[in-house]
């Protein structure tokens, strides 16, 4: 059989730095293959079960020195490969956004779709999907129509955590490395940009006692936002689902609830879906 160990040897489990290592090569090409394949047994750690990881757990499952592992982890944090928070691994945003170039991945956009066009039809308002990128948010999905004005920024914009309500929602049921990062950039976009770190802290409460956050020409002038969050089974937040308005404030009181009921359908796909986490 093609996987027997020769005569008189003992047949040893096979890792999954193993299943990476290059056949044949050169010295330096088999170093430079060999680190490749290590960082890819790490991340093939990673699974539907063990989404959120301790650097021990990555360790043994890919069958690597926890020293090895510490250090390609750091490397793949850098990289966006891996996201830390709370002294856990999970995977990053960089990895689930090349895997949107698979022609089969159904993504959280397409997913969210449908649920936007009915917050866009009930509200009669322009409707975004933002997921965390780093120390920004990321506009993956947009719903506009002819009754809801002009929208106000294209897909794949990004916008800072502290002055948007989709960056606020991250902040408030995000990793608490996000807002002590944040605090220390509170660049002013308008007159109105939170630029307290005392202030964004006692706003990041008010968003998680009320569930929900919004802006008022924060993030630029006659842009209003409300957003609520897109929590995984796991209860990690995965997006913001939101609406913008133009003039006033739209009313929390009837949107909110729309915008609610959107996010948990979404969070049901996403679940059924096993979507990248």
Do not use: C
């Not at 960089?94 to 956009?109: E, M, S, T, Y």
């Not at 936007?116 to 993956?140: A, K, P, R, S, Y």
């Amino acid at each position: 059989m093609a996987n027997a160990a020769p005569s008189g040897r003992t047949a040893r489990p096979v890792s999954a730095a193993d299943r990476f290592k290059p056949a044949d090569g050169g010295a330096s090409a088999h170093q430079a293959a060999s680190v490749t394949s290590r960082a890819l047994a790490l991340l093939g750690t990673f699974d539907a079960e063990h989404s959120v990881q301790s650097l021990s757990a990555m360790a043994r499952r890919a069958g690597l020195p926890v020293a090895t592992a510490h250090r390609l982890a750091g490397e793949l944090v850098a990289w966006g490969g891996l996201e830390k928070a709370n002294g856990e691994y999970r995977v990053g945003q960089r990895i689930w956004r090349l895997g949107l170039l698979a022609p089969a991945q159904q993504n959280i956009a397409e997913v969210a779709a449908p649920f936007m066009q009915d917050v866009l039809f009930v509200t009669h308002n322009v409707v975004n999907l933002f997921i965390l990128d780093g120390q920004e948010v990321l506009l993956v999905e947009r719903m506009s129509g002819t009754g809801a004005g002009q929208p106000f920024r294209r897909v794949g914009a990004r916008l800072p955590l502290h002055a948007s309500a989709a960056g606020k929602i991250m902040l408030a049921y995000g990793a608490k490395e996000l807002l002590t990062a944040a605090v220390q950039h509170l660049e002013p976009h308008t007159p109105r940009t939170i630029t307290s770190a005392a202030a964004l802290a006692a706003e990041v409460e008010r968003v998680r006692a009320s569930g929900y956050a919004t802006t008022e020409e924060e993030a630029g002038p006659d842009n209003y936002g409300l957003a609520v969050p897109v929590f995984l089974p796991n209860k990690q937040v995965v997006a913001a689902l939101g609406i913008v308005t133009r003039s006033r404030p739209a009313p929390a009181g009837s949107v909110v609830p729309v915008l609610n009921i959107a996010a948990r359908g979404i969070a049901r796909r996403l679940g059924v879906e096993h979507l990248p986490q």
